[in-house]
């Protein structure tokens, strides 16, 4: 069996998962799985989930396959007398391999794996070498959609938009990373009804529409809170805003261009906040979706899914008792007809094989809803794990210090841009009182605070769980201290320093040094850096930023903590091994910045 095992796992460990430890080990222990059973036993099933980290006492690595192969077996005529056994036996048919240093077996069956040394300092000088990219995990998808930021016209964006803003950019770049084509979506609030009211206001403001233009107009948000106004307080006023809005949709032409200047307006304002931090989306607004509207209920419609209820028309979903409004009572579309037009473009126009919505948790139903419907209507198979998927990524409110829902004293909702500028400001005063800061020139000052100012409050954000509420804290947030992105921007300009201290060119070092990891804290580094692909994995499958935030945030900490405080690096004996480990974390750093969506600093 050993040549067999042998050959399979040479076929099994594919270039792409090279730089992924977890999925060599798991590679490694299917062939040895498969060894010990019976050849008709299915292991398959058994062997992805088996292996984890596991604590320094037990190596670097568990796999607790024993027990879950045992319930296969037992009872069948096999030479096992128990989990042990098996666990014993699972080791002994590893097929050779030059990433394992050695392997144990303890309690029930579980196998203890302990990396090389060597393997791994091998491992990231290749990365040195052939770049970080060559870490990328490998997803099981090509294509995916991520629905993300999706302001609505007219209304500013706010600071709830700013978590769908954020967690969708990082979730885009994670996945980007991974080598999945992603179509950054901006399903912008641009269609229905409060069209009509701002287009009749638009009229009677500008009776001359040459004269509408930002300037003119000012804040959208104030625009719309006095035409709302006036749409409540005058009877004949709200009549024509409701003859708008069928002429508009009706496709008139003084409507649709009024209703074009206004979301072009809107466009504006969403873009600086763009801009600034570095969101890249393409806008396919609600009204992209319109057309297809009547097209796709037709479809429903034969599927029988479709029924009337109180003049509207619905769909029933399972396991939940109210239906989903496709068609209100007066015959207009609605955010449900707009989705599921929407859904259905993404599976078969655009062949999404997985589709992310980002919105806050009080949307959840509605797309459980959304997704059910699209269940009964065969665009998206029953949930077994099997593709094209949607999932909806519902995140918490953001809450003031008061522990209430953000606001400014005024008690309106926090705008962003200001929002932005408060953190910039502060990280520039907080700059300007270190004394080598003070030499900078101003341009170096400015992008410096924007790097640390627009960081922290992405960091703030995606470090928590995206589920839970969380509480804005200008303060918390720009602590150098603690787990913030002025600690770990600080930590990496740090590195870089520690680089250029030592007048050596690193391109060189990495083309004549080799590393070597005799210091227990140099492997420490080495095993955290080189864990990086699976935990890009982990986040990207579940979701979740957070897990990369913890990752880079113990990688700093080790760094600092264990390495630095441990093991001299320049002028030491060890020196350009040591250089090159900083070079590492400091490339791993950035990578781990740039799929935050932050910009990292250099020098403080
Ligand atoms: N415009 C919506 C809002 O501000 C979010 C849209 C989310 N995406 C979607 N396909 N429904 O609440």
Redesign the pocket.
């Known amino acids: 069996t050993a040549t067999t095992a042998q050959t399979l796992s040479t076929m099994a460990v594919g270039a792409e998962n090279m730089g992924n430890v977890k999925r060599q080990l798991v590679q490694l222990f299917e062939v040895s799985l498969q060894a010990t059973v019976p050849s008709e036993t299915d292991v398959a099933p058994l062997v992805d989930a088996c292996i984890a980290k596991s604590g320094v006492r037990f190596g670097d690595y568990q796999c607790n396959n024993a027990m879950g192969l045992w319930s296969k077996i037992k009872g069948k005529q096999t030479e096992f007398r128990g989990p042990t056994a098996v666990g014993q036996a699972i080791m002994k048919n590893l097929p050779p391999s030059d990433m394992v240093e050695s392997c144990s077996v303890a309690g029930p069956g579980f196998v203890n794996v302990v990396l090389s040394r060597n393997w791994i300092a091998k491992s990231l000088q290749k990365m040195l070498i052939d770049g970080i990219d060559t870490w990328a995990p490998c997803l099981p998808v090509k294509r995916a959609v991520v ?1 993300f930021s ?3 016209i007219a209304k500013e964006m706010h600071v709830g ?1 700013l978590r769908s803003t954020i967690i969708g950019d990082t979730l885009a770049r994670m996945l980007e990373f991974s080598h999945v084509e992603v179509l950054r979506r901006n ?3 641009d269609w229905g009804t409060q069209f009509g009211m701002l287009i009749e206001f638009l009229f009677e403001k500008f009776p001359n529409p040459e004269d509408v233009n930002e300037a003119a107009i000012g804040d959208l948000q104030t625009f719309y809170k006095a035409s709302k106004a006036r749409f409540d307080s005058d009877p004949e006023f709200k009549q024509r805003a409701q003859q708008a809005v069928v002429r508009l949709q009706g496709g008139e032409d003084t409507y649709h261009r009024a209703w074009k200047q206004i979301c072009e307006i809107s466009r504006t304002e969403f873009h600086r906040v763009y801009e600034r931090l570095g969101i890249q989306l393409e806008e396919k607004g609600e009204s992209f979706y319109s057309p297809y509207i009547p097209g796709v209920l037709e479809e429903l419609n034969k599927k029988g899914i479709i029924e009337d209820d109180k003049g509207a028309r619905v769909i029933f979903v399972q396991d939940v008792n109210i239906p989903l409004i496709v068609v209100k009572s007066d015959g207009g579309y609605n ?1 449900a007809s707009t ?1 599921l037009a ?1 859904l259905r473009y993404r599976i078969n126009e655009e062949k999404a094989e997985w589709i992310i ?1 980002l ?1 806050d948790v009080g ?1 959840q139903q509605h797309f459980d809803m959304l997704f059910k419907a699209a269940k009964r209507a065969g665009w998206l198979p029953a949930d077994d794990g099997s593709y094209p998927k949607a999932t909806h990524v519902g995140f918490g409110l953001v809450l003031g210090e008061d522990g209430k829902r953000f606001r400014t004293r005024s008690t309106e909702v926090v705008r962003l841009v200001d929002l932005l500028d408060e953190a910039k400001n502060r990280s520039k005063t907080a700059l300007l009182e270190r004394d080598t800061a003070k030499e900078w020139p101003e341009e170096e000052v400015e992008k410096t605070s924007q790097a640390i100012g627009y960081g922290a409050v992405k960091y703030a954000d995606l470090k928590n769980n995206k589920q839970t509420n969380y509480t804005f804290n200008f303060d918390q947030m720009l602590n150098d201290k603690g787990n913030t992105a002025v600690y770990l921007l600080y930590a990496h300009a740090r590195i870089c320093s520690i680089i250029r201290k030592s007048g050596k060119d690193i391109e060189e070092v990495k083309r004549n040094a080799k590393i070597a990891l005799d210091h227990e804290d140099e492997r420490a580094l080495g095993l955290h850096l080189i864990q990086f692909s699976e935990v890009i994995e982990e986040a990207c499958t579940n979701l979740l930023p957070n897990v990369l935030c913890e990752y880079l945030y113990n990688l700093s900490e080790i760094f600092t903590k264990k390495f630095y405080s441990n093991c001299q690096v320049v002028g030491s004996p060890e020196e350009s091994s040591r250089l090159l480990l900083c070079e590492a974390t400091a490339t791993v750093m950035r990578k781990c910045f740039h799929l935050l969506g932050i910009v990292p600093v250099y020098k403080i």
């Open positions: 629905d999706s302001p609505n938009h399903h912008v609030g955010y989705d929407a919505y919105t949307q």
